[in-house]
């Protein structure tokens, strides 16, 4: 059996379908294995019997709704071993929870109740685990006092539970019945099921290996942070994430490919020999370098790939569906860049593994999705280093973080596909037409008068003698976005080529309108970004509801009140009004002529246009 000295501390992760008995399994592991403090007393359920749950639900709303939903980290030892118990949330609701406890765990205990067999929860938090990298897991059938500790309940589980783990990758499946109120087979045996033969949760626990920290694999170390040393020069911190590096050792900065050798290696009590795995140290190099905090340094004989496009795994959380095509930040390790997922392979069935065609990816959901990147980064695959090959994905409005991936491999034609020089730039091609480039984005309420707007100002512009192209969205929809739809999903990918054609427009030195609702605020922001600083101007062209409705010229908002036009804005898909638009005009209250000249006004004050 393991000993503490040799096994190291194991940490493990509780996991299943809600209301599987995780808190009361826990707290009973704990209680059983002496783990508690001798002075705090058992509590009691109002039946009187001991509440060894209430030993883990910490929070007060799971206290009073009798789920988990915090994550909770519990350090403890038995004479064999020292552990971090993760209990992690079973509700569908909590997922995100589970994922963030479950990557920081070596091995998952995975619950099943005996009377409610593999839920598809249960499904999900195993192809979770399994991609999380475990090769291993116990699967605890629970509550077998319920059952009489019935072996012909336990064994169709564990019978089922095989092959399915072995479709996931899953290498080793421990099956062991237990009782968290009894404590059967727990830490002690127990009298309710003497046909069992096998190893108690604990002993399991104590004779499992932990997931090895990669001493012998190559040097690898996110830059966490610069430091200027006092007596001159920088020095990079960050965590050895793989490896090991010292003075004298060569090193590989990525992604810009620059080398330098190691001068000294520090860490918070001052110089050591080498940095190891885990060990947050600082690196000083011999030679000047442009280092940045998210660059990577590695042993410079066994870089990294670099790369800005990828296949990955995703666990979507967000409350809002996944939109194909939408920027999002990616962040990897300390790095945090602009990113889109550019297609959506499949959405896998908990059920069945199957994988199934998906234009989105809900709550929970898991998906294999290709992502483009706004530039390249170092990265591993997460079978390689979950440090480097793992990441979150946030929403650039909420700052919330929506989903968590594990990157398999680089998409080939990211190191195919590379940028054309041309000889004619920009402002070569804007300074032939007398002009400087610019992207007026039109937006608001179908009725608004945006496109009546967008024709006003073109024809002043043009007999003004600049060179402007007007981007209508009904016009686009007839040609480039005519595969499109009105999802929320298709909104934004017709959203995303109209911004790709201005920015190109840009580019050839037009004055470029682009007149469409565009009724999502992170999509006219993802717009901005795309153009040169100073040429972007959001005008938020503006009628209060009742008004557009009053003029609905095409008669949209009369069948969609009807309900014969599903996902208009305004009526059942919802408009994010500009916060601060560059201009904001009221097509309510001014005359398109005067909103025009005001339009005008704004591009000579810009600088765009001839005095």
Not at 194 to 217: C, F, I, K, N
Not at 271 to 279: F, M, Q, Y
Request: aromatic letters at 4%.
């Amino acid at each position: 059996m393991a000993s503490p000295a040799t096994s190291g501390r194991l940490a493990f992760i509780t996991c299943g379908s809600v209301d599987d008995g995780k808190s009361t399994l826990l707290g009973r592991l704990l209680h059983d294995a002496g783990a508690l403090p001798t002075d705090r007393d058992l509590p009691l359920t109002p039946d009187g019997e001991p509440d060894h749950a209430a030993l883990i639900d910490g929070l007060m709303a799971e206290r009073e709704q009798g789920i988990t939903i915090d994550v909770a980290y519990r350090p403890f030892a038995t004479r064999r071993r020292t552990f971090l118990a993760i209990d992690a949330p079973g509700h569908e609701q909590f997922t995100r929870n589970m994922v963030t406890g479950a990557s920081n765990a070596d091995v998952a205990v995975i619950l099943v109740d005996a009377e409610k067999g593999l839920l598809p929860q249960t499904r999900r938090h195993s192809h979770l685990v399994a991609l999380l990298g475990m090769k291993t897991v116990i699967l605890a059938v629970t509550k077998m006092d319920r059952v009489g500790g019935d072996e012909a309940v336990f064994r169709p589980i564990a019978e089922a539970f095989a092959p399915f783990a072995r479709q996931l990758g899953i290498e080793t499946v421990i099956a062991i019945p237990v009782s968290g109120r009894t404590g059967d087979q727990v830490v002690g045996r127990g009298m309710l099921m003497p046909w069992y033969q096998g190893p108690t949760l604990l002993e399991a626990l104590e004779g499992l290996p932990v997931r090895g920290r990669q001493s012998d694999a190559p040097f690898r170390m996110a830059v966490q942070g610069v430091v200027r040393l006092p007596a001159g020069g920088r020095a990079y911190s960050g965590r050895v994430a793989s490896g090991t590096v010292r003075a004298g050792q060569a090193l590989r900065v990525l992604p810009s490919g620059r080398t330098a050798t190691v001068e000294a290696v520090t860490d918070g009590d001052g110089p050591v020999a080498e940095g190891l795995p885990g060990r947050s140290v600082m690196i000083r190099l011999d030679t000047e370098l442009d280092v940045a905090r998210g660059d990577v340094l590695t042993a410079a004989g066994a870089p990294l790939e670099v790369a800005d496009q990828f296949e990955a795994h995703l666990v979507w959380m967000g409350e809002d569906p996944l939109l194909p095509g939408r920027i999002y930040d990616l962040k990897l390790g300390t790095r945090t860049v602009p990113v889109q997922v550019s297609d959506i392979r499949h959405r896998v069935d908990v059920q069945t593994l199957a994988p199934l065609a998906a234009r989105t990816l809900s709550m929970n959901d898991i998906g294999l999705v290709h992502l483009t990147l706004g530039r390249e980064i170092a990265f591993a695959p997460y079978e390689e280093s979950a440090e480097l090959g793992g990441f979150i994905l946030i929403d650039r409005q909420s700052l919330e973080t929506v989903g968590a991936g594990m990157i398999r491999f680089a998409l080939r034609r990211s190191h195919n596909i590379h940028r054309q020089a041309l000889n004619v730039d920009r402002e070569t091609r804007a300074r032939l037409k007398g002009q400087k480039p610019a992207v007026l984005w039109l937006t608001g309420l179908s009725g608004a008068g945006k496109s009546t707007l967008a024709n006003a100002v073109e024809a002043r512009l043009t007999a003004m003698g600049h060179h402007a192209y007007l981007i209508d969205g009904d016009n686009l929809r007839h040609g480039l976005s005519r595969d499109l739809g009105f999802t929320d999903a298709d909104r934004v990918e017709n959203i995303r080529r109209a911004a790709e054609t201005a920015r190109m427009m840009a580019d050839a030195g037009l004055i470029v309108l682009v007149s469409l609702i565009s009724p999502f605020a992170a999509e006219r922001q993802m717009a901005r970004g795309l153009m040169v600083e100073g040429e972007f101007m959001e005008v938020f062209v503006d009628a209060p509801l009742e008004v557009v409705e009053a003029r609905d010229v095409k008669g949209l908002y009369k069948k969609a009140r009807a309900g014969e036009l599903a996902n208009f804005t305004g009526i059942d898909s919802p408009y994010e009004a500009p916060q601060a638009p560059d201009l904001h005009i009221r097509t309510d209250r001014q005359a398109i002529d005067t909103a025009a000249d005001q339009v005008i006004a704004t591009l000579k004050d810009a600088g765009r246009l001839r005095d």
